[in-house]
């Protein structure tokens, strides 16, 4: 081979080699810009994930710090409430518990006021009436035996019958004689009378009907004798009629 065409044909060698590097090099620098544009892309998507995760994480912490904040207010507020509504129950019932004691003391005072007036006047009688307490007593558990369940007006008709046989012609003189005469009243007959004095079951409304009696009062007037309302004729109060 002549000596110029030698030279042409390393030229083009050269050239050739020289084209291949250059290219070589040219597709290495795009693989490596695509691959950094890759990274800096997965570095982006990273950041990106890691800052979603982050607003997520701080957006999951305020939400559980306010479900927490508005459960300790809601217990708070529960509590509040059953404290107060125990307050209001225990109040209640203090105040119930002190009206029902106030009730008590004033029906108590009232009754004890009640027997010292009956005892007050009891005793007036028997001074002004020269009877004696055992009389009263005894006028009262027949009134009890007699008319226990009778109304007042009826208890005092029976006193009343009893006084006026002691003042009457004809019958004993005197409140035991005249409830013991023979035959005259059932309790005394079937014992009643005697139970009633022993056991002192005589209720107030019979003691103080005893001591009106006493005292003269008179529903019936003058009348001596009573029974069971059956068909006879004269005044009647409640069972019994009076003549």
Do not use: W
């Amino acid at each position: 081979m002549p000596e110029e065409s030698q030279t042409a044909a390393g030229q083009q060698t050269a050239e050739a080699t020289k084209k291949a590097e250059e290219d070589t090099l040219r597709k290495t620098a795009e693989e490596q810009k695509a691959a950094q544009e890759t990274a800096g892309k997965a570095a982006a998507a990273a950041q990106k994930a890691a800052a979603e995760a982050q607003k997520a994480a701080e957006e999951a912490a305020q939400k559980a710090a306010a479900q927490a904040q508005k459960a300790a207010e809601e217990a708070a507020q529960k509590a509040a409430a059953q404290a107060r509504k125990a307050a209001e129950e225990a109040a209640q019932k203090a105040a119930e518990e002190a009206q029902r004691a106030a009730e008590e003391a004033a029906r108590k005072a009232a009754e004890e006021a009640q027997a010292a007036a009956v005892q007050a006047a009891q005793q007036a009688v028997i001074a002004q009436a020269g009877v004696t307490s055992q009389d009263v007593e005894l006028l009262a558990a027949l009134i009890q035996c007699e008319a226990g369940g009778e109304s007042y007006v009826g208890q005092v008709a029976v006193g009343n019958v009893v006084m006026n046989r002691v003042e009457a012609a004809g019958h004993p003189g005197s409140i035991p004689d005249v409830i013991y005469a023979a035959g005259q009243f059932s309790p005394v007959r079937n014992g009643t009378l005697s139970r009633t004095l022993s056991t002192g079951n005589i209720s107030p409304s019979c003691r103080q009907a005893a001591v009106e009696a006493i005292a003269g009062s008179a529903p019936v007037g003058d009348k001596l004798y009573f029974r069971r309302a059956n068909g006879r004729s004269g005044q009647i109060i409640g069972n019994h009629v009076f003549y």
